[in-house]
């Protein structure tokens, strides 16, 4: 009896040893399995990367490029001199911008760098100061009065599909000619529910050069409250009245009044020239420069809308080029010193 237990334990022992190893090799197997599978992941991620690299380099992708982004004020027949422009003027310009491949981008896309716009295309953020009635004019069932700078350009969008109608609308106690509270909300939940971004161009439209940091503060955050009293929607950037900054920049960025604070994504000058991508070390969130939309005139000649499409259009490599994929910043390789560090990572030189 007992050799038989012994041999019983023997072949229990073998046993063991035989499914211990079948579950060695199994495990070897699933190991392999795991890397294979890990490999063909990375194997695929490098072959997108560098289909997507083609892609960039044959639309000439430059997302660190100059991004146009355009002052209006008044869209009226007979313009006096100065920032207004006539429905016709305006009307050419966007018709320009459509058929040199402009896609309108809002001011908060912009600034937060969510620019979603084909391959090949480029930028431009139009923005509307003072909250004027030219600039949106409603009639009776809620659609834009056809001079108006909302009727025209939704009008330029439906004849150039994928030119977006979307802009920026600098919002002051004028609120585009409405008295009452209710025709207020009318406009802006009009121009909310259809695409277009409110900013704030503080309440009053004073100049903040030279106010003390209670009055800033004060003004910028009366200007919110007109928007957020209406819409509940906080703007995203705030432009300055004449451009100018207060004492010091960053009040217009961050600050606080009467237990209501701000804290915005970028803050709009006047004029000058074209803005930096929002990828570059050159972006400055505290100074954004705009053009003045005009005519080569006076000091136009170089420096409103008009001659500074003209640059860009001789001068492409300077000009952003979106690459079409918007969770990517493209651009030649040898620009890669100019990306700045929270983009690094998302970044596709070729």
């Given at each position: 009896?007992?050799?038989?237990?012994?041999?019983?334990l023997?072949?229990?022992s073998?046993?063991?040893?035989?499914?211990?190893?079948c579950?060695?090799?199994?495990?070897?197997?699933?190991?392999?399995d795991?890397?294979g599978t890990?490999?063909?992941?990375m194997?695929?991620e490098?072959?997108?990367?560098?289909?997507?690299?083609?892609?960039?380099?044959?639309?000439?992708?430059?997302e660190l490029?100059?991004?146009?982004?355009?002052?209006?004020?008044?869209?009226?027949?007979?313009?006096?001199?100065?920032?207004d422009?006539?429905?016709?003027?305006f009307?050419?310009?966007l018709?320009?911008?459509a058929?040199?491949?402009y896609?309108?981008?809002t001011?908060?896309e912009?600034?937060?760098?969510?620019?979603?716009?084909p391959?090949?295309?480029?930028?431009?953020?139009?923005?509307?100061?003072?909250?004027?009635?030219?600039?949106?004019?409603?009639?009776?069932?809620g659609?834009?009065m056809?001079?108006?700078?909302?009727?025209i350009l939704?009008?330029?969008?439906s004849k150039?599909p994928?030119f977006?109608?979307?802009?920026?609308?600098?919002?002051?106690?004028?609120?585009f000619?409405?008295?009452r509270?209710?025709?207020?909300?009318?406009?802006l939940?009009?121009?909310?529910d259809?695409?277009f971004?409110?900013?704030?161009?503080?309440h009053?439209h004073?100049?903040l050069?030279?106010?003390?940091k209670e009055?800033?503060?004060?003004q910028i955050v009366?200007?919110?409250n007109?928007?957020?009293?209406l819409?509940?929607?906080?703007?995203?950037?705030?432009?300055?009245p004449y451009?100018?900054?207060p004492s010091?920049?960053?009040w217009?960025?961050?600050g606080?009044?009467?237990?209501?604070?701000y804290?915005?994504?970028?803050?709009f000058?006047?004029?000058?020239?074209?803005?930096?991508?929002?990828?570059?070390?050159?972006?400055?969130?505290?100074?954004?420069?705009?053009?003045?939309?005009k005519?080569?005139?006076?000091?136009?000649k170089k420096?409103?809308s008009m001659?500074?499409?003209?640059?860009?259009?001789?001068?492409?490599?300077?000009?952003?080029?979106?690459?079409?994929?918007?969770?990517?910043?493209?651009f030649?390789k040898?620009?890669?010193a100019?990306?700045?560090k929270?983009?690094?990572?998302?970044?596709?030189?070729?």
């Open positions: 009896m007992g050799r038989f237990r012994v041999a019983g023997a072949v229990a073998l046993s063991a040893v035989a499914l211990s190893a579950g060695s090799q199994g495990g070897s197997a699933k190991q392999a795991s890397h890990k490999q063909n992941k194997a695929a490098a072959s997108a990367r560098k289909a997507e690299m083609r892609e960039a380099a044959r639309v000439q992708a430059n490029g100059q991004v146009p982004v355009i002052m209006y004020h008044r869209i009226v027949k007979n313009p006096p001199p100065g920032d422009r006539s429905p016709q003027d009307r050419a310009e018709e320009r911008l058929a040199e491949d896609v309108p981008v001011a908060a912009y600034v937060t760098g969510k620019m979603d716009i391959a090949g295309k480029h930028p431009v953020v139009l923005t509307f100061d003072d909250s004027s009635p030219s600039q949106v004019a409603l009639d009776g069932t659609k834009p056809p001079d108006s700078a909302v009727g939704m009008d330029v969008a150039h994928g977006r109608p979307v802009a920026t609308f600098y919002v002051i106690k004028d609120m000619g409405k008295a509270q209710e025709e207020q909300l009318q406009v939940q009009w121009l909310k259809n695409g971004d409110l900013g704030n161009h503080t009053d004073i100049n050069l030279g106010k003390s009055e800033v503060e004060g009366a200007g919110q007109l928007i957020t009293s819409i509940k929607t906080p703007p995203v950037t705030l432009a300055l451009g100018n900054q010091k920049k960053e217009a960025l961050h606080s009044a009467k237990g209501v604070s804290n915005y994504r970028g803050v000058l006047a004029g000058y020239t074209p803005a930096p991508s929002p990828f570059t070390k050159d972006f400055d969130p505290i100074g954004i420069p705009r053009i003045r939309s005519e080569k005139v006076g000091d136009c420096f409103c001659a500074w499409l003209d640059w860009l259009k001789s001068n492409p490599a300077e000009r952003y080029t979106s690459d079409g994929n918007a969770a990517t910043v493209a030649p040898f620009k890669a100019f990306v700045a929270p983009f690094v990572s998302r970044t596709l030189p070729y």
